[in-house]
């Protein structure tokens, strides 16, 4: 196949968790979702009993689904991890010109359930339909983090500006949340603790973004106030490192994702840990 294919290597990173999975759900205690935000940086080798199931472009009505697979398959589970950026309020992944081919590859290697209206979906879901359930490889991955998997970072010469812009647009729609939502009330039916992790953000797309997280990422704030009258088994925890002064410009490897091997990797799986209660 040629190398402008993305296919091959998606399959290969989508079933190698999928593989780590399947291998530890009978310890698994908590599950990261969300973004390569999540994806890149949290390490749950400083969290035992935790597992990366975060990925590239992972929007809430996917990870909504997947942590519906996960409370099938991790008997121990009690707690989920979602990661929320700025795009997240508006991201959902069937409507990424760019990167929605990765919804139906995601759908048929966990085996989500989930349908799609757009015809290119609709073909891919079809043509993938039964095809990708063979055992993966872990492509030498721990607990679901894979540090040098599908880890291409943004070049420098789109900006930060035009970065936060992109995120800016989906910012400031709701379409995300109401999956977001259902997670939580899900979690609180099934008396899981929830921890939502804002993660922290470069310097120069902190200037161009604005420092005022309550107002940036107010729909997860809105939501936990919201809920915490609806639902009120709900156990949810917001851990906000958005402009935490731990984190400095040589832990990035682009305007918004941290060095999977870094420091700052290390450090926020470390706080995440530290909530999970471990040592």
Request: charged share 15%.
């Amino acid at each position: 196949m040629s190398d402008s294919n993305p296919f091959p290597a998606l399959i290969e990173y989508f079933a190698a968790k999928r593989a780590m999975l399947q291998q530890d759900s009978q310890v698994l205690t908590s599950i990261a979702l969300g973004s390569s935000h999540g994806d890149f940086a949290f390490d749950p080798r400083y969290s035992p009993g935790s597992f990366n199931l975060c990925s590239r472009s992972q929007d809430f009505r996917h990870a909504l689904a997947l942590y519906q697979h996960a409370v099938n398959q991790a008997p121990r589970l009690d707690t989920v991890i979602v990661f929320y950026s700025l795009f997240s309020p508006g991201n959902l992944l069937e409507q990424s010109p760019s990167e929605k081919i990765l919804a139906p590859l995601m759908n048929e290697i966990f085996q989500l359930g989930l349908s799609y209206e757009d015809p290119l979906l609709i073909q891919i879901a079809s043509q993938l339909q039964g095809r990708l359930a063979a055992p993966g490889d872990t492509l030498g991955g721990v607990a679901g983090f894979l540090p040098d998997q599908q880890k291409a970072f943004m070049p420098a010469s789109q900006g930060a500006a035009q970065r936060v812009a992109d995120h800016m647009r989906l910012n400031a729609r709701e379409d995300g949340n109401q999956y977001l939502a259902q997670l939580l009330l899900l979690a609180a039916e099934l008396r899981h603790r929830v921890i939502v992790v804002i993660p922290p953000m470069h310097e120069a797309y902190r200037a161009a973004a604005g420092h005022d997280s309550a107002f940036l990422f107010r729909g997860v704030f809105e939501l936990q106030q919201l809920l915490g009258t609806l639902a009120p088994g709900l156990d949810m925890q917001i851990i906000d490192l958005y402009a935490d002064p731990a984190f400095h410009t040589g832990h990035f490897g682009d305007f918004d994702h941290l060095l999977p091997q870094g420091e700052g990797a290390m450090l926020l799986s470390r706080r995440i840990g530290q909530a999970l209660g471990a040592s």
